[in-house]
């Protein structure tokens, strides 16, 4: 069974910072790649950040320059260091693990920024 737990989320004004921990437990032989999605209310949830077992990112055009996505495989975690946080990137953002083709999600973690 594979678990994760993410932390971090808070309140913030814009302009301001937040750090976003995600830790994977269960029986993980392998990542493949571990992200951040987002999921403001009435809309869609989306791709924020990934990063690949090799290291590899990718950002969202709405996150770039702003947002830095990076892991410690040796401890399947993942962080999210979020600056010049503004009021749209209010959201609850879950963690996504892959391994073996099989996705899972954390529970999710609320951020939400103030003008």
């Known amino acids: 069974q594979v678990q994760l737990v993410e932390s971090g989320g808070g309140l913030v004004q814009a302009g301001g910072s937040l750090r976003l921990s995600c830790a994977a437990s269960g029986s993980i032989v392998s990542i493949d790649n571990m992200g951040w999605y987002r999921q403001a209310p009435g809309k869609q949830r989306e791709l924020v950040a990934r990063?690949?077992?090799?290291?590899?990112?990718y950002y969202a055009d709405s996150v770039k320059g702003r947002f830095t996505i990076s892991s410690v495989n040796a401890k399947k975690t993942v962080y999210l260091q979020m600056n010049s946080l503004k009021p749209e990137d209010t959201a609850v953002y879950y963690c996504r693990l892959v391994w073996a083709s099989v996705a899972y999600w954390g529970q999710g973690t609320q951020v939400t920024v103030s003008s």
């Open positions: 990063i690949s077992s090799g290291g590899r990112t």
